[in-house]
């Protein structure tokens, strides 16, 4: 048996031992976005620790377990934590939970993160719905023998971002009075925060946020046929567009100030995904 596909499905069985539980939508909750999981009416907790084999963040932020519950009376897992490329996991293991929640039943995968605006007229503290992703030195997921009880050998890339869940989040936006912006999203390895030149690279691809996070899940999440949306959190501007120096601690405290319309712009989100499932 390929060993990923030997460790993911220990990592099942895991969870199959502790859990009696089938969602139908995943929820990803990126830095200093994990107090949404207590908007959650919470049924069951799983700490990453007691998953065998489970990779555990090392992220400060990040909890660490999974949250199962219901959002609107949508059955949910919620990833409070996140594991990322940059803390030294192989990149079978950062999209590791992404393919679980799939296991677990999980239709939809709501990804969330902080990101560094690179389009100028983005500021801090601004919603960003992702519309496509440029992947950038972070290795693809899908490496290697191609696994396939999750999907194709080379799947299609070309809708990544499902348009159905996009207009959605669109319309709970407007109705919830939130200015959701758009865009195309980069993924980098981290941890170091992006040189401003390296900021200029990404603004002359098109690129309108940016972090460290994301991509490398959505792309093993697209593998095995979920249908997949993202929103960006704007928390701070990235290197060179301002004169601040970036730190950890401002994307959680911006976070922090924006969770009341992320949480709102999530519940509302997911309940009205109902119709999809």
């Given at each position: 048996m390929n060993p990923v596909y030997e460790k993911l499905m220990k990592c099942y069985e895991s969870f199959q031992k502790k859990i009696d539980f089938?969602?139908?939508v995943a929820i990803v909750l990126g830095s200093g976005l994990g107090d949404y999981a207590n908007d959650i009416d919470?049924?069951?907790e799983l700490d990453y620790h007691d998953i065998e084999g489970f990779p555990v963040s090392t992220v400060p932020g990040h909890a660490g377990k999974f949250i199962f519950g219901y959002v609107k009376g949508v059955p949910v897992v919620c990833m409070k934590g996140r594991v990322h490329y940059y803390e030294g996991y192989p990149i079978s293991d950062v999209v590791l939970p992404a393919r679980l929640m799939k296991l677990m039943g999980a239709k939809i995968l709501f990804l969330t993160n902080a990101s560094g605006g690179v389009?100028?007229?983005f500021t801090a503290g601004d919603f960003m719905m992702l519309k496509d992703h440029i992947s950038l030195w972070a290795p693809n997921p899908l490496i290697g023998a191609n696994i396939d009880e999750l999907g194709v050998?080379?799947?299609d890339m070309s809708h990544v971002y499902d348009e159905d869940l996009q207009e959605i989040l669109?319309?709970?936006a407007k109705d919830c009075n939130i200015d959701l912006k758009e865009g195309v999203y980069a993924q980098l390895t981290g941890p170091s925060f992006e040189s401003p030149a390296e900021i200029r690279m990404l603004h002359n691809l098109g690129v309108d946020a940016v972090g460290m996070s994301t991509v490398v899940e959505a792309i093993a999440a697209n593998h095995m046929g979920m249908k997949i949306c993202c929103v960006s959190f704007v928390s701070n501007a990235a290197a060179g567009l301002s004169s601040n120096p970036l730190t950890h601690e401002e994307v959680q405290?911006?976070?922090n100030i924006a969770a009341p319309k992320f949480r709102q712009l999530v519940s509302e989100a997911v309940g009205n995904f109902r119709q999809l499932l």
């Open positions: 089938k969602p139908d919470v049924v069951a389009n100028p007229n050998r080379f799947p669109q319309k709970t405290e911006a976070a």
